[in-house]
């Protein structure tokens, strides 16, 4: 019998398949004693276990590339963490086993970053992934992950780790689906990186039983169990009319009557340039820098090694916009070199361009490499700053820039309220503003983005965050300057749409997104948009808001 399941999609498409769980946890190792002859041994075997897990995350890194490279890099880091260590060589000496010396000493940073606040509780799923590999390895018993089938597969699990995501095979894994996880997690944003349909925070996922025929609606979030034959049809009917669509679809981002809106890609590296320029991206809309730094948590990488870096990306995109945002280091980003590792809570504490500050050789290092590597060029290079505050941080990074010679547009993220609220006063130093909707919604609603229990406050479609890009918007407008949207919420079609609607100048989103947002915008005019955005703000919640702007657009 045809059950209909709910949660939130989180990238597009739809996948119709048997039903494969992702293999189970690794057990809680006994905790029985050893003699103290053994300790020595054993700390042994626990460092080679930490260091072999830590080489094959990096190895899957360097296999995946782009954003997954930096995302499983950070795991490593989180691996080797000397301090971590440390604790589980503690507990050896007084007796315990490797494997029980690791577990423990994770359960107790697990419980230390939820006394923490939670906001790290995102991170929760990668550190769990940790332990279970090096325990896995310590008992000699298989890795958790996905499981083999030689048939392609709807996997279900309650959570993904970025290591699993970042080398689902997507003609084996039709899409995906988790109990836990929000939209701006880790594995949704690699989801829609590989074009994978995919559903997160669906209650009761893991009761699915294995074998089950089900449909993954990723654009709705909808899960169809034992669909009718009916409904596979439809499906399928709509999945093939999106795909037309799709490859009908091209040129620049436009409504359909002629309202230019700049489609950008979201890069973490050279790695992610050729899904971008395959995609039809104008440019780039957010190129993340940190994958550079994580490469060593000790020091930053050298002047030389950005500029290469730099310059690879922004050759890729002659007369295009590239928009580069510097380092945004700290809370879920930490380097030794730069983060304080007491903050009681990193989220409110010294990150992003509080970080450039306190060390101004690391952003004045950055932005030199910036403008050696747009030397001779013929791109537009746009550098922005990430958790800008108000005037007087706008002012710092834009002095910053120019005593570095960079010849380039200075910009400032809006991602805490007071710069959205303020963007009249903050325009005043920079030229630009772009709105990272992710962190913008966090710090509106009080809500870690990684936190599958508040994925509803995450969801961009909050009237409250609505309200927050049409202050900015009005702002830019009314200080002739530009303002763009470069979180996820632009990877949205019909909230493309609205944002659009609420004076947004430009899109950038993950590359597999861009043909589905442009294909919508093409079929809309600026008015419809405009009166999608007004019903969206009026409403009182996000699904109030997401059926408000449908019927404007579907003109019901």
Not at 158 to 180: H, K, Q
Not at 430 to 441: H, K, R
Not at 526 to 531: H, I, T, V, Y
Request: glycine share 8%.
């Amino acid at each position: 019998m045809e059950t209909t399941l709910r949660g939130v999609g989180v990238s597009h498409g739809v996948a119709i398949g048997e039903v494969r769980h992702m293999g189970t946890a690794v057990l809680e190792p006994p905790a029985k004693q050893i003699p103290a002859d053994e300790a020595e041994r054993e700390q042994g075997r626990a460092r080679q276990a930490v260091e072999a897990v830590a080489a094959d995350l990096i190895a899957r890194g360097n296999l995946a590339g782009g954003e997954a490279q930096a995302v499983l890099e950070a795991q490593a880091m989180m691996a080797q963490d000397p301090e971590l260590m440390a604790d589980v060589e503690r507990r050896i000496a007084v007796g315990s086993t490797a494997e029980r010396g690791v577990y423990d000493a994770f359960a107790a940073y697990r419980a230390l970053l939820a006394g923490a606040g939670e906001y790290l509780a995102g991170r929760v799923a990668d550190l769990d992934d940790v332990r279970n590999r090096i325990v896995a390895r310590l008992l000699g018993v298989p890795m958790p992950g996905v499981p083999d089938s030689d048939e392609p597969y709807v996997l279900i699990a309650r959570d993904l780790a970025p290591a699993d995501t970042a080398l689902l095979d997507p003609t084996l894994v039709l899409g995906f689906v988790t109990e836990e996880g929000g939209p701006t997690s880790h594995s949704a944003i690699l989801a829609r990186a590989l074009g994978v349909p995919a559903i997160v925070a669906l209650p009761g996922a893991g009761e699915l039983v294995e074998g089950t025929v089900i449909a993954v609606d990723g654009s709705t979030g909808e899960v169809f169990v034992e669909p009718s034959s009916e409904k596979r049809a439809a499906l399928e009917q709509a999945a093939a009319e999106r795909k037309a669509a799709l490859a009908a679809s091209s040129g620049p981002g436009a409504t359909s009557d002629g309202h230019k809106v700049p489609l950008l890609a979201n890069v973490g590296g050279p790695g992610d340039v050729a899904a971008a320029v395959d995609a039809g991206a104008e440019g780039v809309g957010l190129f993340r820098t940190e994958f550079l730094f994580l490469d060593d948590s000790k020091k930053a990488p050298s002047e030389e090694k950005q500029v290469d870096a730099y310059r690879k990306v922004l050759e890729a995109f002659p007369e295009g916009r590239v928009v580069v945002r510097v380092l945004d280091a700290g809370a879920d980003k930490p380097l030794d070199f730069l983060t304080p590792a007491d903050e009681p809570n990193p989220a409110l504490g010294v990150r992003g361009l509080r970080t450039l500050l306190d060390h101004p050789d690391v952003l004045r290092t950055q932005l030199t490499a910036l403008a050696k590597a747009a030397e001779g060029l013929p791109v537009y290079l746009e550098v922005m700053a990430p958790m800008v505050a108000d005037r007087i941080d706008a002012k710092a990074f834009a002095d910053a820039c120019r005593e570095a010679g960079l010849q380039a547009k200075f910009g400032a993220m809006v991602e805490i309220p007071s710069a959205a609220l303020r963007a009249r006063s903050i325009l005043q130093e920079v030229e630009f503003l772009s709105l990272g909707t992710n962190d913008l919604a966090q710090y509106t609603f009080a809500a870690d983005r990684q936190v599958g229990a508040v994925s509803r406050l995450q969801d961009p479609w909050q009237p409250a965050l609505l309200d927050l890009v049409a202050v900015s918007a009005e702002a830019a407008k009314a200080e002739g300057k530009s303002c763009g949207v470069c979180g996820e919420a632009a990877s949205d079609p019909l909230l493309a749409c609205v944002l659009t609607g609420l004076g947004v100048t430009s899109l950038s989103m993950g590359a597999a997104s861009i043909p589905y947002v442009r294909s919508t915008l093409s079929k809309h005019t600026l008015a419809q948009c405009e009166r999608a955005a007004a019903a969206a703000r009026a409403a009182d919640t996000a699904d109030d808001a997401r059926a408000a702007a449908q019927a404007v657009l579907s003109g019901e």
